[in-house]
């Protein structure tokens, strides 16, 4: 009987020992696998083909972003309330030069990808109170204060439902999280 015993507690032990080194190693695995970032539930790294360049591809949340981003310059382009901010860029595309629409789009399209989570790409433009700067950025026009980056979250939003994302949606909320998280080096008035 007391060998009997001895074999249940050790065999007792040997299983909560071996249960707890599973549950250890489950628990290694989970947090080692990534957490999904608000990238990955804007298209995250899926390729896709890309319409504004036959035969190449862009990540999915990339080319999503890409298209709320030029949506919403043209809605601000549009925006008499706000699109004076912008009058180089503005009398560039009138002329027909679209270089600095498109360095617009890359630059804004790379810093809201790496803003939300991407790994692929980095964003090598201006730091928001420079690109906001007139003294820092000359082809920024006046300072914006509140009211001004109120209407640009607004343009946002509607650029935003133009490209067939609603506002309502849970990713591009949390967008606009980010981007009133930057208020404090936009408005400098």
């Known amino acids: 009987m007391k060998k009997m015993t001895v074999f249940l507690v050790f065999s007792t032990l040997c299983i909560a020992f071996l249960a707890i080194q599973a549950c250890s190693k ?15 539930s804007l298209g995250g790294t899926t390729l896709v083909a890309d319409p504004k360049q036959q035969g190449t591809q862009i ?11 030029d949506s919403t310059i043209f809605v601000i382009a549009a925006d008499s309330k706000i699109n004076g901010f912008f009058k180089v860029l503005l009398a560039e595309v009138t002329s027909g030069n679209t270089s600095g629409f ?13 803003g939300t989570g991407a790994k692929n790409f980095s964003y090598g433009g201006k730091s928001m109170v420079a690109a906001h700067d007139p003294a820092q950025n000359p ?8 009211a001004d980056m109120d209407q640009f979250e607004t343009d946002l939003f509607m650029g935003a439902n133009k490209a067939g994302v609603p506002s309502n949606t849970p990713a591009l909320v949390s967008v606009g999280k980010i981007v009133e998280s930057l208020r404090g080096a936009v408005v400098q008035k």
Do not use: H, Q, W
């Not at 990540?59 to 981003?69: A, D, N, P, S, W």
């Not at 082809?139 to 509140?146: H, I, S, T, V, W």
């Open 26 to 40: 489950k628990n290694d695995a989970m947090a080692a696998a990534p957490m999904p970032t608000l990238y990955d």
């Open 59 to 69: 990540e999915k949340g990339r080319l999503l972003i890409r298209t709320i981003v």
């Open 139 to 146: 082809r920024m026009n006046g300072k914006a204060g509140n």
């Open 102 to 114: 498109t360095a617009l789009s890359k630059n804004l399209t790379d810093f809201v990808c790496v």
